[in-house]
């Protein structure tokens, strides 16, 4: 018998389908609920079939289970073009939208959108061979094994070495640079200060500021205004106003001043303190040489040269693949961390070129 709202599960054969009266998808005789949509298609008390419009079971008066398919959360984008007219149509959720309409703007003004200031919040830097993961609100550290060292947001590390003062000043708070001498601190610290305000959202540095640093870490002033007067300009920019902005190179030097800090098996080499013995005409001055005027200590850049030209990186090499290598072959001990900075300015110069294996790891090899 069928009334106005169900039909009786006897008017229908198992082998018959059952169209959701919620979504219109075809389901099995035998179902009891939709398999698209996941509204109930039969009462469950005396399993009469139901039609559109049910919230009670006429039979029996038991309340039907609806599912709200229309208004389900999806991400979708439609575009149209029709000669010089184009269309664009799109429903994200909120989480998506808030991701696209970043990238959108960023695309459509083409200002890349503000990076976070790191004083903001402090965080701890995990150490050397570990990863920062979040579980159930719990901080806590993961071990990784085999996997290249690569530091993605040096935010983190600028904000254990720096910290913002009630007036908006940065202030060291962690000395420890991994400086050759005195002169080189000088150097770290100067170029480091003017990436630490940029990071913070300040493009330019006052010379003032640089003094006041300076004097607070006891540095000597003389040797200060030989560098930024000189050798500085190579890392930044010096304006009419006595203000100094971070150039690209200061920049990647900066990062790898942070990757030395963090790289427990970088050790500095200290510079050897007092009077330098008379150069012969045969010292070019640039370390010790043999015969044929190599270096005997190359650089961890200067070996990548030496290994392309060797024809070592003809295939695809990991970074773990050629510190082995220099260090068995070579007799030269270099970082995973300064091979990886020499191979990255390698790659910019467009020598090499690099993508990630399987195992998520970076290969390089010559272009």
């Known amino acids: 018998m069928v009334n106005e709202a169900n039909v009786s599960l006897s008017d229908m054969t198992h082998n018959e389908s059952t169209k959701c009266y919620n979504c219109n998808a075809e389901n099995s005789g035998k179902a009891k609920f939709c398999k698209s949509c996941g509204s109930q298609l039969i009462c469950k008390n005396c399993s009469t079939?139901?039609?559109?419009?049910?919230?009670?079971?006429?039979s029996c008066g038991i309340a039907i289970k609806t599912n709200n398919y229309e208004n389900r959360a999806v991400n979708q984008i439609e575009y149209t073009q029709k000669g010089n007219s184009k269309s664009f149509v799109g429903k994200f959720t909120d989480e998506v939208g808030s991701y696209f309409a970043n990238a959108f703007n960023t695309v459509i003004s083409g200002h890349p959108i503000a990076p976070r200031n790191p004083f903001q919040k402090a965080l701890t830097l995990p150490a050397k061979g570990?990863?920062?993961?979040t579980t159930n609100n719990k901080e806590g550290f993961t071990n990784i094994q085999d996997a290249e060292y690569v530091i993605e947001d040096y935010s983190e590390i600028i904000a254990k070495i720096f910290k913002e003062t009630e007036t908006?000043?940065?202030?060291?708070?962690?000395?420890?640079?991994?400086?050759?001498?005195?002169n080189d601190k000088i150097k770290r610290l100067t170029i480091l200060f003017v990436y630490a305000n940029k990071l913070k959202g300040v493009e330019v540095v006052t010379r003032e500021d640089l003094n006041e640093l300076m004097k607070r870490e006891k540095l000597n002033l003389d040797h200060f205004r030989t560098f930024i007067?000189?050798?500085?300009?190579?890392?930044?920019?010096?304006?009419?106003?006595?203000t100094y902005s971070l150039l690209t190179p200061g920049e990647e030097y900066a990062h790898q001043i942070l990757n030395q800090i963090v790289d427990i098996d970088f050790k500095p080499v200290q510079a050897k303190s007092g009077r330098k013995p008379a150069r012969k005409s045969s010292d070019t001055g640039t370390g010790k040489e043999?015969?044929?005027?190599?270096?005997?200590?190359?650089?961890?850049?200067?070996?990548?040269n030496i290994l392309i030209k060797d024809g070592y990186f003809n295939q695809k090499r990991k970074v773990n693949e050629v510190v082995e290598y220099c260090s068995q072959k070579k007799a030269q001990k270099y970082s995973a961390q300064l091979?990886?900075?020499?191979?990255?300015?390698?790659?910019?110069?467009?020598?090499?070129?690099?993508?990630?294996?399987?195992?998520?790891?970076?290969?390089?090899?010559?272009?």
């Open 49 to 58: 079939i139901l039609v559109e419009e049910s919230t009670f079971c006429s």
């Open 229 to 242: 007067g000189k050798e500085a300009l190579k890392y930044i920019s010096a304006k009419e106003n006595g």
């Open 130 to 133: 570990q990863t920062y993961t």
């Open 290 to 304: 043999n015969k044929s005027g190599a270096s005997l200590n190359p650089s961890a850049f200067e070996m990548c």
């Open 339 to 367: 091979l990886h900075i020499a191979l990255s300015r390698l790659i910019k110069d467009g020598v090499l070129d690099r993508e990630k294996n399987s195992d998520n790891q970076y290969e390089y090899w010559k272009k």
């Open 168 to 182: 908006g000043k940065l202030e060291l708070v962690d000395n420890r640079l991994k400086e050759r001498s005195k």
